[in-house]
Nanobody, 125 residues
């Protein structure tokens, strides 16, 4: 029922910026908590950021605080991840996720019901 499609990834130099977008079709976007996760080669999937239904609450993994900003536009059924001051260690496939009953488990992949197909972000040194 719910489909998530990520876009905006690519290759950037260290210190550069990139903005990821995730558009949702199906369901009611404004009722979902939205999250971003990433997975580097040989690593487990890692939580990056999440935002609640009205954008009033956000949470980030420590390594991206003050560099990344998650936001949403419910009128466009889209969640964004603005990534600044990118580092080579940010290189990964980034996934968008949606969940209806996330509550205090925003950092856990198992709390989300739907996932996008992923979008590659590569940061060169």
């Amino acid at each position: 029922q719910v489909q998530l499609v990520e876009s905006g990834g690519g290759l950037v130099q260290a210190g550069g910026s990139l903005r990821l977008s995730c558009a949702q079709s199906g369901g009611t976007f404004s009722t979902y908590t939205m999250g971003w996760f990433r997975q580097a080669p040989g690593k487990e999937r890692e939580f990056v950021a999440a935002i609640n239904w009205n954008g009033g609450s956000t949470v980030y993994v420590d390594s991206v605080k003050c560099r990344f900003t998650i936001s949403r536009d419910n009128a466009k059924n889209t969640v964004y991840l603005q990534m600044n001051s990118l580092r080579p260690e940010d290189t990964a496939v980034y996934y968008c996720a949606a969940g209806r009953e996330v509550y205090g488990l925003a950092r856990a992949p198992t709390a989300y019901d739907y996932w996008g197909q992923g979008n590659q972000v590569t940061v060169s040194s």
